[in-house]
């Protein structure tokens, strides 16, 4: 078997690292010590592996054993000199003191390699307290003893950006676990994409993020810079950020990405701007973008290059200090350069120098190029309505008009926060693009009609995009039927559904439901339907043509194809293949490819880099003890094995049956009973327990002061209380042999599969992946299809819940009832 780090080996393994710290203190006291540790670790393996090389090449050239040594220790030799008190070598046996240790170790490290790492890692203390009580050495060294398992060289990774992917995981984890703290450092990273798509940078480019956070928007500059083909390495990247420890994060972040030419400052970009040119001027870039922290007050006191903000001043008080960022990014851009920046709705609408401001940037300025209105709860930390102000010097279109999208109907609803879907970020990215307007979604507006407005940006003054008023026919609802006006041709065409699936002609105006009773009834005839059934097959047949075709060049990369030709491709293959489908239109079919970009990406490089064996063996992770990793590498290892392990498979999946019917049999017999005063239900098996136990006790007393019949009667009770605790016992007994034995039998596959992956040809896990990227296809296609039909049974569900029943008949229904209540009163001897 292959023994390059996978993805999600890595992503459980700091995940692993995290179990460990979890207890003591929660993620946002701990995830300073988990990026200290991994970047610790990651430069020392690093340095082993140049110095390795050196002592090779110096052998190779004759040279003597004491210049060798010498030179190994050079600084210069190194991308980071790793310090011997630093070295993985020292670090790995230390058992006391170990919190001192580490702070030794970071501190070295930092001072060795002061000109990229000054204040990054000297901040992070292993020795601090949290709460009551600090990390042992017992634990600290279970900390370190897991960060041993992984050597993290790049040659030791599936495809070379593995650390860099797996470090953004964890920072997207430790956002999740701090709530509302998280948007202090991280934005979701489809809002980032939809930035950077709508800034497009190239290769030969400056990117600055006045407000950089944890590096992200930077991050997928540069991604896009490569997805375009161009020179990753040849773009400039620049930030700066407040919070010293966010700062931090930042800077490891673009290190671990191999990223150590960005210049990342630490202080605060309002009262301070750390980026100045040689002649002494706020620097200016060609891209600028950023999500500042919203609702700020800021201070004039002591603020550096106040000439920044040439269209006015906020208010320093009363939490308005957002146009003060936009400006201050404004000031930042070159002549040719243009911004993108996210900001709360209050910046379009509030009077008094805010409007100055808006007025100036407007009419005089005319550089405002967009106002894209966002959905509502995307960001960590706040419900507040959030836009995108696109601020282009360079405009080439017509100046005397500001393109307005409101885009905050089309999103993915989450449980605690809402998402863009890729199909959301193409439609805006396309629409702002190709400056096109579109009904209740886009509309060019003059700046005459703003200043008409009084400079109010709100976005629904110009773009309206409430929903049409539901129809209502009276008609329909006093004498019944379905109007025929209210037929959706659009809607129902996608899917071919005529009238007579569903409805009879009642007269040349209406229609009636047909052999519909219930409302339930409507969902089941559509899902059963030929319409559905056959328009389902025909766009799986579509899409897998174009997956024929498009895994040729998957297939491509392993010889001289890049993969972000690969991307380009995708899109127009579809984007043809599924043209006229009249399912899905143009952005949910890029949509579908993107979703699926997005599942598969990192499969792809691997396959370049690595090969088809690694991008099979990514999948599982058989290291692991976690029990859900343990699951998930199972459910995998079940759907690429199927064939080749099928009687091993069946046996294990008998097994899992008898495991539910067991549950089944158990929690029918083990009934819950209710106790008394309200106290907490309890499972009869301890209940009984229980009760087993008072009669013993009972028994004893009984015993002693030899009440025979009442013996007798307290031992007949026990016996059979007894009985029937023996019965469910040995239930759970049998419950117990079975996950016992489904565990072995687990074991026994995941060893058989190990041997087999050993031995695996590449034409082999070439074709178990080929299925794997099918599937994908297929499964994100049925999202999308599965969204349609919904929308169709919501449309006919609606139909009969307006006009369903009618009036006249719910009328009769009422007297129905009324006589039947006045008849059951009667024979209860009510009168009225």
């Known amino acids: ?158 495809f070379l950006d593995v650390l860099g992917a797996a470090y953004e995981y964890l920072i997207k984890y430790f956002a999740d676990s701090a709530g509302k703290k998280g948007g202090e450092f991280y934005t979701p990273n489809e809002v980032v994409r939809l930035l950077v798509q709508i800034l497009e940078p190239q290769e030969e480019m400056s990117v600055y993020d006045p407000t950089v956070g944890s590096g992200g928007m930077l991050i997928q500059s540069r991604q896009l810079v490569e997805d375009q083909g161009q020179d990753q390495d040849n773009i400039g990247l620049y930030g700066q950020e407040n919070n010293g420890t966010t700062w931090a994060m930042c800077k490891m972040n673009m290190i671990l990405h191999s990223i150590v030419d960005a210049d990342i400052r ?34 004039k006191d002591g603020m550096k290059y106040k000439d920044r903000f040439v269209f006015g001043w906020c208010p320093e008080t009363g939490k308005k200090g957002d146009l003060m960022f936009v400006q201050h990014m404004i000031a930042s851009l070159n002549g040719q350069g243009k911004m993108a920046v996210i900001m709360p709705h209050g910046v379009l609408f509030r009077g008094g120098a805010e409007k100055e401001i808006r007025r100036e940037i407007i009419r005089d300025a005319k550089i ?166 056959s328009t389902d097959k025909r766009l799986h047949e579509l899409l897998l043509k174009w997956f024929e075709q498009y895994f040729k060049q998957i297939k491509n990369l392993r010889e001289s ?31 579908v490819f993107i979703n699926w970009w997005n599942e598969n990406k990192f499969d792809l490089r691997t396959i370049k880099e690595t090969g088809w064996v690694q991008a099979l063996v990514s999948n599982f992770d058989f290291e692991s003890e976690d029990k859900k990793v343990i699951e998930n590498t199972l459910e995998k290892v079940k759907y690429f094995f199927k064939e080749k392990f099928d009687s091993e498979i069946s046996s294990i999946e008998c097994l899992e049956e008898k495991e539910r019917e067991q549950i089944a049999v158990i929690e029918e017999e083990n009934q819950v009973e209710e106790l008394e005063d309200g106290e907490e239900a309890e499972p009869l098996d301890k209940v009984l327990k229980k009760e087993v136990k008072e009669l013993k006790k009972e028994l004893k007393e009984a015993n002693k002061i030899t009440e025979v019949d009442h013996v007798k009667k307290l ?18 007994k049998e ?59 919501a449309y006919f569900e609606n139909l009969w819940d307006k006009y369903g029943i009618d009036v006249r008949t719910m009328e009769k229904e009422r007297e129905e009832y009324t006589k039947q209540l006045d008849k059951y009163l009667g024979e209860l001897g009510y009168d009225k």
């Open 715 to 732: 031992t007949d009770m026990l016996k059979e209380k007894e009985a029937e605790l023996e019965k469910i016992s040995a239930k759970q």
């Open 561 to 591: 194809k890049p993969v972000h030709e690969l991307l380009d491709i995708g899109f127009d293959t579809l984007n043809k293949e599924l043209d006229n489908n009249r399912v899905l239109g143009e952005f949910q079919t890029r949509g």
């Open 1 to 158: 078997m292959t023994d390059k780090l996978t993805l999600r080996q890595l992503e459980n393994h700091l995940m692993g690292a995290a179990d460990i710290l979890r207890g003591k203190m929660d993620a946002s006291e701990f995830k300073e010590f988990i990026f200290g540790m991994l970047f610790l670790k990651r430069l020392s393996d690093m340095f082993d592996d140049e110095r390795e090389k050196l002592e090779k090449k110096y052998e190779k050239q004759g040279l003597n054993v004491d210049i060798i040594k010498k030179e190994l220790e050079n600084p210069d030799k190194y991308t980071f000199y790793v310090p011997k008190e630093a070295r993985w070598e020292e670090i790995k046996h230390i058992k006391t003191n170990v919190a001192s240790e580490l702070n030794k170790a970071l501190t070295a490290i930092e001072r060795a390699n002061i000109d990229l790492l000054e204040g990054v890692l000297e901040p992070i203390d292993f020795t601090v307290k949290k709460g009551k009580s600090k990390l042992s050495d017992t634990k600290l060294v279970q900390f370190i003893n897991h960060f041993n398992k992984h050597k993290m060289r790049n040659r030791d990774f599936e």
């Open 735 to 793: 419950l117990k042999q079975i996950k016992k034995d489904i565990k072995i039998k687990n074991l026994e596959l995941m060893d058989k599969v190990k041997k087999a992956v050993d031995d695996i040809s590449e034409d082999e896990a070439e074709t178990m992946v080929k299925v794997k990227l099918k599937d994908s296809a297929i499964s994100i296609l049925n999202m999308y299809l599965t969204a349609e039909k919904h929308q169709i049974i």
């Open 266 to 299: 630490n202080e605060d970009t309002l009262a301070d701007p750390q980026h100045i040119d040689k002649d002494g001027n706020l620097r200016t870039f060609d891209r600028v973008i950023a999500n500042p922290p919203f609702s700020q007050n800021y201070s």
């Open 368 to 533: 405002l190029e967009a106002v894209i209105g966002l959905p509502p709860n995307l960001f960590y930390g706040t419900g507040i309505p959030a836009c995108v102000l696109v601020i282009n010097k360079n405009r080439t279109d017509n100046k005397e008009k500001v393109l307005f999208i409101n885009a905050d109907k089309e999103y993915k609803e989450g449980k605690n926060q809402n998402s863009l879907r890729p199909e959301d970020i193409e439609k805006i990215s396309y629409i702002y693009k190709n400056k096109i307007e579109k009904p209740k979604y886009s509309r060019f507006v003059d700046i005459n009609e703003i200043e008409e407005e009084d400079f109010n940006l709100n976005i629904r003054r110009y773009v309206d995009n409430s929903p049409d008023p539901e129809p209502q026919d009276v008609r329909a609802h006093i004498k019944g039927g379905i109007p025929k006006k209210e037929w959706n041709e659009e809607l129902t065409g996608k899917y071919e559904i005529k009238p007579d699936l569903l409805f009879k002609s009642k007269n040349s105006d209406y229609f009636n439901f047909k052999d519909v009773k219930e409302r339930e009834q409507i969902k089941e005839t559509l899902e059963k339907s030929h319409e559905f059934i």
